[in-house]
């Protein structure tokens, strides 16, 4: 037991530690080699192949097939992943992350956050912005000019920025936005904002027409949910170098494929544990119902393994009623029940709304098998057909299997079992 | 009783209609022509004179005469001030508003605001940024240097932005500020962002150079009180068609001019009722106390008048630490009280950390002697000495006896009394 007790507090060193900084935007051919060697596609969440992935992510994969020019239109994508002629393989396995969808191919440009005190590179794509767009499953004309911009125009953009500033410090971006009724997961509106404080200066500085960059500026403003992507590479450059302590019982990844629900823990390596995925339960956009809902997906719950998004919901009262969770008041009921399954509250990240306390950090799968009380996520919803896009947002509870499983494993492992 | 109860019912509706629109940027003598008539300086407050102004008011005076070129340095312009060769009025005379002390002079560029559903226009300076400014009574050449910067780059670049963008509708990004922890008055970091994301597309259209829109995003970026005169401009523009109502007991506007607070009352028409001003209680920079404090200053109590500010504390539970209001639990507790002195909420600028309440609205001065609660107020604290600057930030209470005898002049007005 005390073996354990020090490996998560060493695991709670690193995280409290860290030091993400957004550092550059960079082609993921060159930021990950791995995505030249061919028709190679990464996506959210446990491995999965073709067959089982769900309708969005399977639409967002034709999309993205035809925008890398592998494929003539979305019916030769489609038969060219079913006859596997396409490799896929989870972001996560390559220092990645992407919402919902979470397609990552070599042409896209990624923004790499860097975490300074460790060393280790995190990536993930530029949020593509609201309605219809890859991640949610969306992949006509309009989201690959989309898209094809956001390489084309953008991503260079942003990235001469971010090379003139020297990079843009994470942490306390997030620590404001707490303030800010942000939660980091299903509102970013504050932390979008206070990156474009940061980053506009130096868009303006690197040259651009006045046309490229008034445009530039207003994707990036009208996007409540740019941060969201920065963010999720931030929860991954944190949590990365929490892996492989051994004896350390806490989650260092959940993630979603949109058929499964994935966690790994810090003594169990890159083992995924996995269960079938769950249904959000919220609030669906007019037109719209839970009929045509696709289960819980992507990445994105990087953001509570660093105990942010659900964690975090009593920073973000307008949330709770966005994901249909209650009232106002009721919203720090999900953060104090999140602290039952942490470490620790993270005093760099404190919530105002609630007296300073400072967010659940560092899940314990011990904590979650005890108390039965499985991470709460806020979430986006994806219709379940290919093509559609986002329909709703929710709240998902993990599924207590991986836990469960992941512990008895962890228990043999320790010897206790 | 019925008459005023129809009145102040006018007045309310006249506030929840307005619409107030930042629309451009003028220069002063041409917004308020006669401004070009002399060595004319507007201030903050009711009308004052040199010999009865406050150290850091005749700081500004000082400052600001040198900037208009009306002095060779700050012992002439004192001197010239002493001699009665400078004329001051009131900003709230002139459709305008001006923060702490408050300086208007015809060669400052004056944010417009126009309130489209009466069609009248307020105007307030550009908000300088934090540290030694001439707001707090700054006035050696680093202030005066800054001054210029935004007489002919920023104010120019605002005026091309705003005018190609339509203009900028002000009351839905106080609404969406309200979700992210500001409360307008010492909190505008929110809205500020917002206005920011709203402004800058439009600022990278004029075509100014790079390192020219470079410095103003800069400069905008990283003030987080940028906000604040957008704010007050906002806050004169919907009171302004408030004035003059017959048998209405809500009050147009409060202000302090470091000396004096002074309130005016729709049907008491323009007539100031003023009382010695009192000492904020707050927090102060390191290296100062109290002592060095200089008492209440500034129009910014416009924001109050409107229900922002003090009457929005529970919006920002941040702002309750920043000016030493107890804990964040507790910042709910101002609005409610300031429930009791208003005539209703406003359902347009909800509370979410409140579950949504409004803030309080329309300051009725019977509510005021009655309850015995004076308008809470959050401001900002000015070195009590001419050109130090910002020395803390704290509450003030309104003093009650602009209120009582506001209340006599209305009861025999009424012919109550």
Chains 1, 2 share one sequence.
Request: aromatic share 6%.
């Amino acid at each position: 037991m005390q073996a354990i007790e020090q490996a998560n507090s060493e695991a709670i060193d690193r995280m409290l530690q860290s030091d993400p900084v957004l550092e550059d935007v960079i082609t993921a051919g060159d930021a990950i080699p791995y995505l030249r060697e061919g028709k190679i596609i990464l996506h959210a969440g446990p491995p999965i192949d073709w067959q089982r992935m769900c309708g969005p992510m399977q639409g967002a994969v034709a999309g993205i097939a035809v925008f890398e020019g592998w494929a003539s239109d979305l019916d030769d994508a489609v038969e060219q992943a079913s006859s596997g002629l396409f490799t896929f393989a989870p972001n996560h396995h390559y220092s990645a992350v992407g919402p919902m969808t979470g397609m990552t191919t070599a042409s896209q440009p990624l923004m790499l956050v860097v975490n300074r005190s460790s060393g280790n590179r995190a990536y993930c794509a530029i949020n593509e912005g609201l309605g219809k767009v890859m991640r949610f499953g969306g992949n006509d004309a309009s989201v690959l000019a989309r898209l094809a911009w956001i390489r084309d125009e953008l991503g260079p953009m942003m990235s001469g920025a971010l090379r003139l500033s020297g990079g843009i410090p994470i942490k306390n971006l997030i620590a404001r936005g707490l303030g800010m009724g942000d939660e980091m997961h299903q509102r970013n509106v504050a932390c979008s904002g206070l990156l474009l404080r940061e980053l506009s200066p130096w868009l303006a500085k690197v040259g651009s027409s006045g046309e490229s960059l008034s445009k530039a500026l207003a994707f990036m403003g009208s996007n409540d949910q740019f941060f969201l992507n920065v963010g999720m590479a931030t929860g991954k450059a944190i949590m990365d170098p929490v892996r492989d302590i051994e004896h350390c019982s806490i989650v260092t990844a959940m993630s979603r494929n949109g058929t499964e629900f994935g966690i790994r823990v810090s003594a169990l390596g890159d083992r995924w544990f996995t269960a079938p995925v769950e249904m959000p339960e919220g609030l669906y956009f007019p037109g719209y119902t839970e009929d045509d809902a696709n289960p819980d997906m992507g990445d994105s719950t990087i953001v509570e393994t660093i105990g942010l998004g659900g964690f975090a919901m009593g920073a973000a009262p307008a949330v709770a009623g966005f994901v249909g969770a209650g009232a106002a008041s009721e919203a720090g009921t999900y953060t104090r029940n999140m602290l039952e399954i942490t470490y620790q509250e993270n005093p760099e990240w404190a919530i105002p709304a609630m007296d300073y306390q400072g967010v659940p950090t560092g899940i314990d799968i011990r904590r979650v098998v005890e108390t039965g009380l499985a991470p709460t996520i806020n979430t986006g919803i994806a219709h379940k057909k290919p093509g559609v896009g986002q329909v709703g947002a929710g709240i998902v509870r993990a599924p207590m299997q991986c836990f469960r499983d992941a512990l008895r494993a962890f228990a043999q492992q320790e010897g206790v079992l």
